[in-house]
């Protein structure tokens, strides 16, 4: 998150006097800004209460598994599971989720049939011990997993299981299910097409996660774009997903695989994924040649030219990103002018009033630069208002500090003090504007 320098401007501007060679009284008081920088904090989330809830609708029962209590329902899917200690609007959720999902693979990649399915939510120990015995590496990082076996292609024994102390559970669900749907996929493209249904369950269930879902994929992809380390097609192919070489590495793997198969369904039409699909279920084999086969073209075309333009363009909330960032910047320029300005007042001694005027212009100067490049940025939408607010004040202080060289200082504490509000204003909706979007926008500095 990028640090906002930020300025309370507690001020009451006194009128300049005895400006004669040989002493200047009352510069000290105007020192513009005083504080500590403005940096976004995010809320923490509250621990959850274990009391156990109640089931808003009748369970089929209770289950003893390994000497703990579960509740029991039965569903369209198969048994739902989860332990007494879960809020039921959290299993409600589940339930609503595994619905959405089920919609989505029937439009999306054709999937109407699916086996079943025994559903299990627990809360954190018992889904890292769970996750533990299903042999992955780092049970502390998921959130969800599948498990099953394949008999003569069919899907035996399936089972999904879900923290319900994680975040994303709309996402992990569905995410969860895909892989039931679809099993004979290879893995990066399994994991791919998991999250291109899971994000559509996402707009169904919960709209607003599935939109920063997809900027913080986004400025993960775009980010190892720039730095040159996006993974190549083969290397996506043939990374061990259960024990990647560490969580960053799993995290661009994950984000990459899904952008690249939005990809592959805009460059061609969503049919694409149903008949990588169904042609990975008649031979799953373990070579990049059924896809290439499906989708009509090399692998490696398909991933340079999602490496070149697959984000070439910026969809219109990173556009507001960018802008956002741009005036934090800006932001912190005038901040550095203001200290420099606080410093001058400090440490003025005896001057000419000839000599005054020329640092009050210099000022003028500098101000009416940082106006100009305001003036230029694009600010769409959220970031519209700020950018005007902050060229408000800019403005204001770059009048004032002609005012003072016209030796006019009433005026000039007037849109001193004019400025502070606007100032303190803007400060406060930029840096909610970007702390309410730090889950995926990170500015440079």
């Known amino acids: 998150m990028h640090s906002i320098a930020r300025h309370t401007l507690t001020l009451a501007f006194m009128v300049l006097t005895a400006l004669v060679a040989g002493g200047c009284q009352?510069?000290?008081?105007?020192?513009?800004?005083?504080?500590?920088?403005?940096?976004?904090?995010?809320?923490?989330?509250?621990?959850?209460?274990?009391?156990?809830?109640?089931?808003v609708l009748s369970y089929l029962g209770v289950v003893i598994k390994e000497g703990r209590p579960f509740y029991q329902e039965v569903t369209s899917f198969g048994p739902l599971q989860y332990e007494p200690?879960?809020?039921?609007?959290?299993?409600?959720?589940?339930?609503?989720t595994l619905a959405a999902t089920q919609q989505v693979l029937a439009s999306g990649l054709g999937i109407s049939d699916l086996p079943p399915i025994a559903i299990s939510i627990t809360w954190d120990s018992e889904f890292i011990r769970a996750a533990g015995q299903s042999q992955f590496q780092h049970p502390t990082w998921l959130a969800g997993f599948a498990a099953y076996g394949l008999a003569n292609g069919q899907v035996v024994n399936a089972r999904i299981y879900v923290n319900a102390q994680a975040e994303g559970i709309t996402h992990n669900t569905a995410h969860e299910l895909t892989h039931i749907a679809a099993p004979t996929l290879p893995q990066w493209l399994a994991e791919g097409i998991a999250e291109y249904v899971a994000y559509r369950v996402d707009l169904l269930v919960e709209p607003g996660a599935g939109e920063r879902r997809m900027l913080q994929a986004r400025g993960l992809v775009r980010k190892a774009q720039e730095q040159e380390r996006l993974l190549t097609i083969e290397a996506l192919h043939d990374l061990i997903w259960e024990a990647p070489p560490d969580y960053s590495t799993?995290?661009?793997?994950?984000?990459?695989?899904?952008?690249?198969?939005?990809?592959?369904?805009?460059?061609?039409?969503?049919?694409?994924?149903?008949?990588?699909?169904?042609?990975?279920?008649?031979?799953?084999?373990?070579?990049?040649?059924?896809?290439?086969?499906?989708?009509?073209?090399p692998a490696t075309d398909l991933w340079e030219h999602f490496a070149v333009n697959a984000l070439a363009e910026l969809i219109p909330e990173e556009q507001v990103g960018q802008s956002l960032c741009a005036l934090a910047n800006l932001q912190s320029e005038e901040g550095a002018l203001t200290q420099e300005w606080n410093q001058f007042l400090q440490d003025t001694g005896p001057v000419t009033r000839n000599q005054l005027t020329q640092r009050f212009l210099k000022f003028t100067q500098a101000w009416g630069s940082i106006l100009a490049e305001v003036s230029v940025l694009p600010a769409p939408s959220d970031a519209a208002p700020i950018k005007e607010r902050m060229m408000d004040y800019v403005a204001l202080l770059q009048e004032a500090m002609l005012?003072?060289?016209?030796?006019?200082?009433?005026?000039?504490?007037?849109?001193?003090?004019?400025?502070?509000?606007?100032?303190?204003?803007?400060?406060q909706m930029l840096g909610e504007a970007l702390q309410a979007r730090a889950s995926w926008l990170k500015c440079a500095a």
């Open 26 to 55: 009352g510069l000290g008081e105007w020192l513009v800004g005083q504080g500590e920088p403005l940096t976004a904090v995010s809320t923490p989330t509250p621990s959850p209460t274990p009391p156990p809830s109640e089931p």
């Open 85 to 96: 200690w879960v809020e039921y609007t959290t299993v409600q959720q589940i339930k609503d």
């Open 250 to 297: 799993l995290e661009l793997a994950y984000a990459q695989s899904w952008l690249l198969v939005e990809h592959l369904a805009a460059a061609h039409d969503s049919t694409v994924l149903g008949r990588l699909v169904d042609d990975y279920a008649r031979d799953p084999a373990t070579t990049l040649a059924t896809f290439e086969a499906a989708i009509g073209t």
């Open 403 to 427: 005012l003072l060289a016209q030796g006019r200082e009433t005026q000039a504490n007037v849109n001193l003090t004019a400025a502070n509000v606007g100032r303190a204003t803007t400060h």
